[in-house]
C-alpha cells in the first residue's frame, strides 16, 4: 500500500483507541458525587483553631456528632398530647441508624408554643448524612404539629441535596448549550457532534482520574469543584477545538490534501493551545497555597481536566478531522483555492484598530478605569450559611422557626476547651461576652443536669456556650472572634474556641489569606510564561495589565449588578480568589491565540500588519471561544446556590468583556500604539516596519 495511501491510518487507530478505552471513562462522571466531602470542617487545615477544638474534643467523647435541631410549632399553645407525641418521636429519632449518643428530651419554649429536639448525628458519614436528616424530618413530620429540621445537619443536608442536581441538570444544560453555539457558530450538523463527542471524552477522562485520586485520598473533591470542573472542561475543551477547527478551515482553502491542512493546523495551533492550556493549569495549581483544602483540592481537579481537554483536542479531534475533511464542514464546505473573503465585522474591526489606535484604547480604557471604580462596593465579608441558597430549602425555614421561640444558637454553641484550673474564670469570661446567653460545663455525661461537676480530661474542660444569634450568622461569627480574645487574656486558661460558627470564621478567614497571598502568586507566574511564550517582556506586561484591569472592571459591575438587580446579600471571601483565577488564567487564553498569530505574522510583514492580520482572521473564533466560554460558565447558574452564580456571573461577564473589548479593541490598539517596542527583548524589537 503506497504511503499516501495509508496517512488515514493512524487517524483511524486514534480514533478508535479513544472511542474504546476514553467512552467508558464518562461513567465515573456520575461516580463523582459518591467521593465528595462537603462539611466545611474537613476544608480546614489541622492548624485552624477550630480544627484543633475538634481534636480535643475527641478527648472527652468518641463520638463525632453534627447536631440536627428539630423544632416542633404550635402558635395557639402546645398540648400535652403534643408534647406526648413529641416524646414517641425521640424514640424513634434515637433508633435511627446514625445517631451517636443520646437525642435530647424535648424542651420547651418560653412562650410555650414551641418544643425542640437535639439529634446528635455521626458527623463521618458524610454525604450520606442527607438520608438521615430526611429520615428525621419524615418521623418529624408524621405528627399534627408544623416541624422543622435545621441546625449544622440539616443546612449540610441541603448543601448536598444541592449538590446532587450536578451530575444530571447541569451537564444537560451545558451540553445543550455549547451544541446550540457550535450549531449556529458552524453552520454544520456534523462539526458539533464531533466537537461534543471530544469534550465527552476529556470530561470522562478528567473524572476517571480525579475519581481515583479522591479515593485514594490524594485530593479533596466536593459539590463546588464538580461543578467547576464540569463547566471548565466543557467550556477550555470547545475553546481548543475552536482554534483548531478555525485554523484546519482556513488551511483547507490552501491546501488540497485535507491531511496536509490537518498537519499545518495543528503544527500551528499546539503551541497557542499548550501555553494557553498550561497557563491555566498553573494558575488553578496556584491553589495549592491555599490554607483551605477545599481549594487545594480545586487546584488539582480543574489542572486535570484543562490537561484532559488539552489531550483529547490534540489528538482524538485531529484525528476525526483528518478523517471526515471536508465533509465536518457539510453543508458550507471550505473549497481549495478559495478567499474566505474580508472576514466580515472582523475586517471593518481591523480597519478602525489600524486608523485610530490611540482613541480606540484610550476610549475602551476609558470605559475599563470606570466600571472598575466600582470594584471597592463588592461587599465580600462573608454571609449567613442559611443565606447561600436561592431557593427556598427546610434548613432555612427550620433556623427561622427556631429564632421565633427560642436562643437562635440553641444546638450549635461555641465549644471552649481550657485548663480546668481556672474553669471558674473561663466561664466568667465566657459569659461577659456580649451576644453569649447560657454557658455550660461538660459534665460526666453530655446531657446531664446543669450544675453537674465539669468532667476534667487531661487536665482540660469543655465549655459549650450558646450564642443569642443564628449559629450561621455574621453576627455569631463576631462574637466567636470577641470571644477568641477574651479567653485568651484569661491567665493560665490556653484556651480555644471552636464549634460551628468558629469553623464558619474560620474558613472565612482563610479565604481571606488566600486571596492576598494566591493573587500576587497567579499574577508573577502568568508573567513568567507569557515572557517565556512570547520571548519579550514588554508584552507580557501589557497584557496582564488589561487583564487585571478588565478583572476589576467585572468586579466593579458585578457589584452593581449583585446588590442592585438581584439584591444578594453580600458574597463569600472567596469569591474574588476565584473569579481572579479563573478570569485572569482564561482571559489571558484570548490574548495568546491573539498574540502567538500576531507574533507569526509579524515575522513575515513587521508588528503593524500582524496586529491586522492576526485580529481579523482571529476575531470570528476568539469571540465564539468567548461566548461558548461564558456560557458554560453560565449553566452555574442552574444549582440553586449563591456562591456558584456569583462566580457563574463574574466568568461570564468577564470573559465576554476580555474577548470583545480588551482583547479586540484594547490590546491590539495598545500593541500598535507601542509598535516594534512591544516585542522587546526579541529581535523583533529591533525590526523596523
Not at 489541622?46 to 416542633?72: G, M, N
Not at 421565633?404 to 480546668?420: E, L, Q, Y
Not at 453580600?570 to 481572579?580: K, Q, Y
Not at 446556590?641 to 465576554?656: E, P
Request: glycine share 10%.
Amino acid at each position: 500500500m503506497p504511503a499516501r495511501s495509508r496517512r488515514w491510518l493512524l487517524p483511524a487507530v486514534l480514533v478508535i483507541v479513544w472511542l474504546a478505552v476514553g467512552g467508558p471513562l464518562g461513567s465515573f462522571q456520575g461516580q463523582l458525587a459518591g467521593v465528595q466531602e462537603n462539611d466545611n470542617a474537613a476544608f480546614l487545615p489541622s492548624e485552624a483553631e477550630s480544627t484543633q477544638v475538634i481534636e480535643l474534643q475527641r478527648k472527652f467523647t468518641d463520638e463525632e456528632v453534627l447536631p440536627a435541631i428539630v423544632v416542633y410549632e404550635r402558635l395557639d399553645g402546645l398540648s400535652q398530647g403534643d408534647q406526648a407525641a413529641v416524646a414517641e418521636d425521640v424514640a424513634e429519632f434515637a433508633e435511627l441508624d446514625g445517631v451517636l449518643g443520646e437525642v435530647s428530651p424535648p424542651i420547651p419554649s418560653e412562650d410555650g408554643q414551641a418544643l425542640q429536639v437535639i439529634v446528635p448525628i455521626d458527623a463521618n458519614l458524610g454525604d450520606e448524612i442527607a438520608a438521615v436528616v430526611e429520615e428525621v424530618r419524615g418521623i418529624a413530620g408524621s405528627g399534627e404539629l408544623d416541624s422543622f429540621v435545621t441546625g449544622p445537619a440539616g443546612i449540610l443536608g441541603d448543601f448536598v441535596v444541592a449538590f446532587g442536581s450536578i451530575d444530571g441538570l447541569l451537564l444537560l444544560v451545558t451540553a445543550a448549550v455549547v451544541a446550540l453555539i457550535l450549531i449556529l457558530v458552524y453552520r454544520s450538523p456534523l462539526l458539533p457532534v464531533i466537537v461534543l463527542v471530544a469534550v465527552a471524552l476529556a470530561l470522562g477522562t478528567a473524572s476517571a482520574v480525579v475519581y481515583a485520586l479522591t479515593s485514594a485520598g490524594v485530593i479533596t473533591l466536593n459539590g463546588q469543584s464538580q461543578g467547576i470542573l464540569l463547566v471548565l472542561v466543557f467550556g477550555a475543551a470547545t475553546d481548543y477545538a475552536l482554534l483548531l477547527i478555525s485554523r484546519y478551515r482556513e488551511e483547507l482553502r490552501r491546501q488540497e490534501n485535507k491531511y496536509d491542512a490537518v498537519r499545518v493546523a495543528l503544527r500551528a495551533t499546539a503551541l497557542p493551545i499548550l501555553a494557553s492550556g498550561g497557563t491555566v493549569i498553573v494558575g488553578v495549581l496556584c491553589l495549592l497555597f491555599s490554607e483551605l483544602n477545599s481549594n487545594r483540592g480545586l487546584g488539582p481537579v480543574a489542572a486535570i481536566g484543562i490537561a484532559s481537554s488539552m489531550l483529547v483536542q490534540l489528538t482524538f479531534l485531529p484525528a476525526a478531522l483528518a478523517l471526515f475533511g471536508r465533509a465536518a464542514f457539510w453543508p458550507i464546505r471550505p473549497k481549495y483555492g478559495s478567499d474566505a473573503g474580508d472576514h466580515g465585522i472582523w475586517g471593518r474591526v481591523s480597519g478602525l484598530v489600524g486608523r485610530r489606535p490611540r482613541a480606540v484604547w484610550v476610549s475602551s480604557a476609558a470605559v475599563l478605569v470606570v466600571a472598575a471604580a466600582f470594584a471597592t462596593q463588592l461587599n465580600t465579608s462573608g454571609i449567613e450559611q442559611t443565606d447561600v441558597f436561592l431557593t427556598e430549602v427546610p434548613s432555612v425555614a427550620g433556623q427561622e422557626a427556631l429564632a421565633r421561640h427560642f436562643p437562635a444558637g440553641t444546638g450549635s454553641p461555641a465549644v471552649i476547651v481550657g485548663n480546668a484550673d481556672v474553669v471558674d474564670e473561663l466561664v466568667g469570661a465566657v459569659q461577659g461576652v456580649d451576644g453569649v446567653g447560657v454557658v455550660t460545663a461538660l459534665g460526666e455525661s453530655p446531657a446531664g443536669p446543669p450544675g453537674a461537676p465539669p468532667r476534667v480530661v487531661d487536665g482540660l474542660v469543655q465549655l459549650n456556650a450558646v450564642l443569642d444569634e443564628p449559629a450561621d450568622s455574621r453576627a455569631a461569627v463576631e462574637t466567636v472572634r470577641e470571644l477568641r480574645e477574651v479567653v485568651d487574656d484569661v491567665p493560665g486558661a490556653a484556651a480555644l474556641v471552636g464549634g460551628f460558627t468558629a469553623t464558619q470564621l474560620d474558613t472565612q478567614d482563610a479565604a481571606a489569606r488566600d486571596q492576598s497571598v494566591i493573587i500576587p502568586i497567579i499574577t508573577i507566574v502568568i508573567f513568567l510564561i507569557l515572557a517565556l511564550l512570547l520571548r519579550a517582556l514588554v508584552a507580557p506586561v501589557v497584557l496582564i495589565a488589561t487583564v487585571v484591569l478588565s478583572f476589576l472592571a467585572t468586579l466593579g459591575v458585578s457589584a452593581l449588578v449583585f446588590e442592585e438587580i438581584f439584591g444578594f446579600p453580600g458574597s463569600d471571601p472567596g469569591v474574588v480568589l476565584f473569579g481572579f483565577i479563573f478570569l485572569v488564567a482564561l482571559g489571558i487564553d484570548y490574548n495568546i491565540f491573539l498574540m502567538t498569530r500576531v507574533r507569526e505574522e509579524a515575522q513575515q510583514v513587521g508588528t503593524r500588519q500582524g496586529v491586522l492580520t492576526g485580529l481579523r482572521v482571529t476575531g470570528g473564533v476568539i469571540t465564539s471561544a468567548g461566548v461558548v466560554l461564558a456560557a458554560t460558565f453560565s449553566a452555574l447558574g442552574v444549582l440553586p446556590l449563591l456562591f456558584l452564580a456569583q462566580i457563574a456571573f463574574i466568568v461570564a461577564f468577564g470573559v465576554l468583556l476580555d474577548a470583545t473589548i480588551v482583547r479586540s479593541l484594547l490590546v491590539p490598539a495598545l500593541t500598535l500604539e507601542i509598535g516594534e517596542k512591544v516585542w522587546w527583548p526579541s529581535r523583533l524589537a529591533l525590526r523596523r516596519e
